[in-house]
């Protein structure tokens, strides 16, 4: 019951024969070994799984693995530079002790990450509503939710600072 | 793993037709959400059986607007496209509102504004909605294309009028169901996300010159088993005054029209309280939303 | 106490890089060949008993590899409570549960298992074993089970599973003489604890021929314990090791799966067998916060002055008794802590029931009885007209208070601090006097505060040992090796911050280890009463001394100084009495391995007994808006302040206040497992067990009365539990300053304030 199918994953295209029953959660974690995707209730409620499909979060809990084909796809393991060195989502995350068991922070941190590129100048309620599909007990979400408004701040920051870009007013 | 025999992706509604032909148990699905969380509940028609997806069918996407102004919303909108789609924005408002309500960010990504309808569930965010708007649906099969008003559409819990073979293709919404109405939708659930509605409402409102209701529209979820109308309130309403009167005589109407029960998610008590309250706030917060 | 500025400091928690980029291993994330798949076939039924099984259909089943039936593993009983083993034989939590049984005392109960190749195969073959039951009555509530006529859910015991009663004075003579006497009656809601992480573990047979259990686990020494207890192997015979695990709270401090695991891996030679529980058994079918009822009276006076705490309470446990009356046992105790009364009973029944076995949740206990204390200290005091704040300082505990029921002495115990400081960060007053706009119409507003006290760790009822072990790199840095565990609270940065400020090095030369193994780390029973940054603290410092003088003892040597002139500090051997350089730590460290004299690696160990615990304090402050039509809560704003001691890391604090005070508000507002008259789960999977998304929580703001403990180690004490521990008061007695009405029954679920509202008259 398998289906080639070509997707890109974390910037590298992949062809994969894919099981049609398996979810993408499962063709991640247990075929691809990138296990930093989590499940934690496998029916799309708590967002351990989020991963981002062609620029929006989805639960890949819920998300059927052959459902990829010709899509774009990054899971928390794409989200650091290729030296290893954290985006600045995942930087103010550790510096703002955003993080705690870690288990809801992938999805977290990809929840984070997509919304601040579609909204850069997020009000606090718009965090979190996006954020809104990814449960923690661990943090209450405040430092989460104070993380990413670091971040859009620091952003602005620099935007502020630099240069003027015509190419970026274009 | 889910308990599935096979996954066919169709690329067009006539492969949809042949496939359910020679498989008539075959599941169609789209975004997903409500089909594999049954299957992972092992609801038995979501199990050992094949799946049709159907999330690349080109006439079924979009939002479009047809000259004579009927809006038009491919049934394969995801909650998030129905949110942000400028037409639904300008026109049709409380349609995006209602399904910005819905789950949270993710599910809104991939469930569809087609799915929620065929779901069948009475607390559908968009189907409270879809009733006051008077929205048609276009369901295709082999045989040809038929228009079925929404409140047709729904039969009773989880039962819509939906044969093996057919597709709901499109919704759409005709400017006399639309222009001039203001409205307002209410989720009442425990919390502001990741909730399904204990009760729902969505009203509906459009205001004479003289500052009388010419037209109001009211449709709960939850309230019985499918999404209901409130015939005798909205006839009561038409021609009166804004007013506390007016409002609380709308709420028993409203009581008179529902029909709700007991569940362990909410009392009948409980139920029929809300339902005598909700759609005067509704009325007050659509009209205080234009000003 | 702190030297070196390492403590005090917020540090980043070693552990968060790994965690954002998705490189921490939890127990699923191993790959492991030729796993096997586990899963349990469960109740139906809430009581009764199994009278027959037919496997017939189901061992044909494609992928099957073996199905167990209750007779086909080891008979031995076990209890699941993680608590340290007792040498006194009274003292045993008791052993009620085998490792499947036909007898059915909850809904879901562990009646076989299906090892398969794959999950969905064993699936598919539990659905086909069918099941005859003798069914027997129902018991969902104490009330129920310790009725005349009412079946022993264990034949071998009594329903009241334990009846005690402390206190002094006379408190029916006080409450006489008292000018008032409020009587009420609380009830409180089977939170459960929605670790992210569900319930996992692998085992399987080692090279050594032994057994290795991964397991996301709280306790992996005294998981060791139970697996060889249930299985009957002795104890070394059993390796637990613990990854990160996904949150706990409690939950994990109970040895649920890990000892069927095993059994089943034996059963099948060996091979490695995973259990991986779903959400849905998670929250019905492993353990809860005890639903606990009060009938509690209060004598006050004009004055102010408490005559008697009068309290009867009835802790609902459910089929097993795991932690048993250790939870609602406790509170007397904790009442005592926080008010001055001429008299006090505090008498309590633990029953059990139909429901489902209740646990340690973060809070043990405590939670409950402030919910019932601070409601009806509120009550007294609106009774006579004072201010809820003023009658709670007027009433504290002085210092130095030596509690009787517990012979703990309460030195530095702030809870008036806490409610000064409360006072005014939370801006009551004016937060008061604003709700009084908002007397009349549908939203109506109202502030509540409430205090509690919570321990450090479980002495004097429990045994307090931990250990730990630091060795020296090469490069200066140290290897901190300890049998506490890290279960995301951040105790792992903590005692590198403990180890480095002590042995007089950067916190960054401190290296911990991801994963926690009974084979290799020091004994410490593990992580539950808030007692690790205490406990173990001693344990950390006591190894980090050692380190030291070892250090300098060995310098002594090489340097030809004696070793009392010289100390560490910023990670170079100086002279103590000038800071002068001798030599670089890690000069030194590479001579301490490869130098021709001297060269001896230096390895420190301490295992410690502690026979101490500080009492800590805090208080909520709440401010709501009630809207009195339709029973819905906005919680506007709200304050913890904690007297927790020193703190040791600030940015870890606020995490672990943050998170307990949304429990907490959670535990007020909208969370609890809800059953059936069959004793059915209704709402076992997160739609349904709310507990809170990001947009149901306001701000979360907090406070801290920071001093030096005398006892704690570095002067901290406990804070894990503690923020817990009063929310769901403080919004009870802000929900009645709003309406004028009290409801004493969580969560405050908007039906049931319709309801409680309506009976009043309010609507």
């Known amino acids: 019951m398998n289906q080639t199918i070509e997707f890109t994953l974390n910037g590298e295209t992949r062809h994969y024969s894919v099981d049609v029953r398996q979810s993408l959660l499962e063709l991640l974690r247990d075929e691809l070994a990138l296990t930093g995707t989590k499940e934690g209730c496998g029916v799309g409620e708590c967002g351990a799984c989020t991963v981002i499909v062609d620029g929006e979060t989805v639960d890949s809990c819920i998300y059927l693995a052959v459902w990829a084909d010709g899509k774009t796809l990054t899971t928390v393991e794409g989200l650091a530079a290729e030296d290893g060195s954290l985006s600045d989502v995942q930087t103010a995350y550790v510096q703002d002790g955003a993080v705690q068991c870690g288990f809801c922070i992938p999805g977290m941190v990809l929840s984070s990450t997509q919304f601040l590129e579609d909204n850069p100048t997020p009000t606090r309620p718009e965090i979190k509503r996006a954020l809104s599909g990814n449960m923690c007990r661990c943090t209450g979400y405040q430092k989460i939710v104070d993380a990413v408004a670091d971040v859009a701040e620091k952003r602005q920051e620099n935007a502020d600072i630099a240069p003027v870009n015509f190419t970026r007013h274009a | 793993m889910y308990d599935i025999t096979g996954y066919h992706e169709a690329d067009s509604l006539a492969t949809i037709f042949k496939i359910i032909k020679a498989d008539p148990k075959a599941k169609v699905i789209a975004g997903g959400t409500d089909v594999l969380v049954k299957a992972r509940e092992r609801k038995q028609d979501f199990i050992a059986t094949q799946l049709i997806g159907i999330t690349r069918i080109p006439e079924m996407q979009g939002i479009t607007m047809a000259e004579d102004g009927t809006l038009s919303i491919g049934a394969l909108s995801t909650f998030k496209q129905v949110e942000k789609d400028p037409l639904v924005q300008q026109y049709i408002p409380m349609l995006g509102e209602a399904v910005s309500l819905v789950g949270g960010p993710q599910t809104r990504h991939v469930g569809t504004i087609g799915g929620n309808i065929c779901n069948g569930a009475t607390s559908a965010d968009s189907a409270p909605t879809l009733f006051t708007y008077n929205a048609t649906l276009e369901i295709h099969s082999e045989a040809g294309v038929k228009n079925v008003p929404i409140a047709d559409f729904y039969k009773g819990a989880g039962w819509v009028d939906l044969e093996p073979g057919e597709i709901l293709v499109r919704i759409k919404i005709a400017k006399a169901d639309y222009e001039g109405y203001l409205g307002h939708y209410t989720k009442f659930a425990q919390r502001q996300a990741l909730d399904i509605a204990n009760l729902s409402c969505a009203t509906l409102i459009k205001m004479a010159p003289d500052q009388t209701i010419a037209d109001l529209r009211i449709c709960f979820g939850v309230a019985a088993p499918t999404p209901i109308r409130m015939p005798q309130a909205e006839a009561f309403a038409k021609g009166q005054a804004i007013n506390d009167a007016t409002l609380k005589t709308i709420g028993k109407y409203c009581l008179a029209d529902t029909n709700t029960r007991n569940s362990w998610r909410a009392s009948k008590e409980y139920r029929d309280h809300l339902v005598q309250i909700i759609p005067a706030r509704n009325i007050l917060a659509a009209l205080k939303e234009v000003q | ?763």
């Open chain 3, 1 to 763: 106490m702190a030297k070196n500025n390492v403590i005090g400091k917020t540090e980043q928690r070693w552990d968060a890089i790994a965690k954002v980029k998705g490189q921490a291993k939890f127990t699923a994330d191993f790959p492991i060949n030729h796993k096997l798949h586990a899963k349990i076939l469960r109740s139906t039924i809430a009581h009764g008993y199994v009278t027959a099984y037919d496997i017939t259909e189901a061992e044909q089943m494609p992928g099957v590899v073996k199905i167990f039936l209750p007779e086909d593993l080891p008979q031995n009983k076990f209890g699941t409570a993680g608590h340290p083993w007792s040498m006194v034989p009274a003292k045993r939590d008791i052993e009620d549960r085998t490792l499947l049984t036909r007898h059915v005392r909850v809904y879901g109960d562990d009646i076989a298992c299906v090892v398969a190749k794959t999950e969905l195969e064993a699936i598919r073959a539990l659905e086909k074993i069918k099941v005859t039951y003798e069914k027997y009555p129902v018991y969902l509530t104490p009330k129920a089970a310790m009725a005349d006529n009412a079946r022993r859910v264990h034949e071998e015991r009594d329903n009241v599973i334990a009846d005690t009663s402390v206190g002094y004075g006379d408190v029916a003579k006080e409450l006489k003489a008292a000018d008032y006497v409020i009587k009420e009656h609380f009830h409180t809601p089977m939170q459960q604890h929605v670790h992210m992480e569900n319930q996992v573990a692998v085992a399987w047979q080692s090279e050594d021929q032994r057994w290795t259990c991964i397991s996301s686990t709280q306790i992996p020494y005294i998981c060791r314990r139970i697996i060889g207890q249930a299985v009957g192997v002795p104890w070394s015979q059993i390796r637990v090791q613990k990854p990160f695990i996904g949150g706990g709270f409690g939950n994990k401090q109970e040895v649920i799966i890990e000892p069927l695991v095993v059994a089943l891996s034996m059963a099948c030679g060996g091979r490695p067998v995973e259990m991986n529980l779903t959400r849905e058994e998670s929250i019905a079918y492993t353990r809860t916060r005890h639903a606990i009822d009060y009938d509690l009276a209060v004598g006050v006076n004009k004055d102010g002055s408490i005559t008697a705490i009068d309290c009867n309470v009835y802790s609902n446990q459910g089929g097993y008794a795991s932690h048993g009356h250790a939870i609602g046992g406790k509170g007397g105790t904790f009442i005592n802590a926080l008010y001055k009364t001429e008299s006090l009973r505090y008498a309590a029944k633990t029953i059990y029931t139909n429901v489902a076995t209740a646990g340690a949740m973060r809070g043990y206990g405590i939670p409950q009885v402030m919910f019932a204390l601070e409601s009806i200290m509120d009550d007294a005091a609106e009774k006579i007209g004072m201010d809820p704040i003023d009658f709670r300082i007027q009433n504290r505990r002085p210092e130095g208070f030596l509690n009787t029921l517990s012979h703990v002495q309460q030195f530095n115990f702030k809870i008036d601090k806490c409610l000064q400081k409360g006072r005014e960060a939370f801006h009551w007053d004016e937060k008061l006097q604003d709700s009084l706009k908002y007397k009349t119409g549908s939203k109506r507003r109202g502030v509540g505060v409430a205090g509690f006290s919570y321990g450090s760790g479980t002495y004097p009822f429990g045994l307090e040992t931990a250990g730990a072990r630091l060795t020296l790199m090469p490069d200066a840095s140290f290897k901190l090796m300890l049998g506490a565990t890290e279960i995301g609270q951040g105790a792992d940065t903590a005692f590198s911050q403990m180890a480095a400020d002590t042995i007089g090095v950067g916190y960054d030369k401190i290296i911990r280890d991801a994963m926690s193994d009974t084979d290799i780390d020091p004994f410490d029973t593990g992580s539950y009463a808030s007692r690790q940054t205490y406990i173990t603290g001693f344990a950390v410092q006591e190894a980090a001394e050692k380190m030291k003088q070892k250090i300098l003892k060995r310098a002594s040597e090489m340097y030809d100084i004696r070793p009392e002139y010289m100390d560490i500090v910023d990670g170079n051997i100086v002279y103590s009495h000038n800071d002068q350089k001798i030599a670089d730590l890690a000069d030194f460290a590479m001579s301490s391995f490869y130098d021709m004299a001297h060269g001896r690696a230096i390895v420190a160990e301490s295992s410690v007994n502690i026979h101490n615990n500080s009492y800590a304090s805090g208080c909520t402050l709440a401010q709501v808006e009630v809207d009195i039509e339709t029973g819905q809560i906005e919680l506007l704003s709200v304050m913890n302040v904690h007297d927790s001691g020193k703190i040791i890391n600030p940015i870890l604090a606020e995490g672990q206040v943050d998170g307990g005070m949304a429990m907490g508000i959670a535990y007020g507002l909208s969370e609890g497992v809800r059953y059936n008259e069959a004793g059915k789960p209704l709402n076992n999977n997160l739609m349904d067990y709310k507990i809170p998304t990001t947009m149901d929580l306001p701000d979360l703001d907090h406070a801290f009365v920071e001093s030096e403990d005398p006892l704690g180690p570095y002067g901290n004490k406990s804070l894990g539990e503690n923020p817990l521990c009063s929310p769901a008061a403080a919004i009870r007695n802000a929900v009645k300053n709003a309406t004028g009405v009290a409801i004493n029954s969580n969560p405050l679920a908007s039906q049931h304030v319709f309801e409680q509202l309506k009976q009043a008259h309010v609507i």
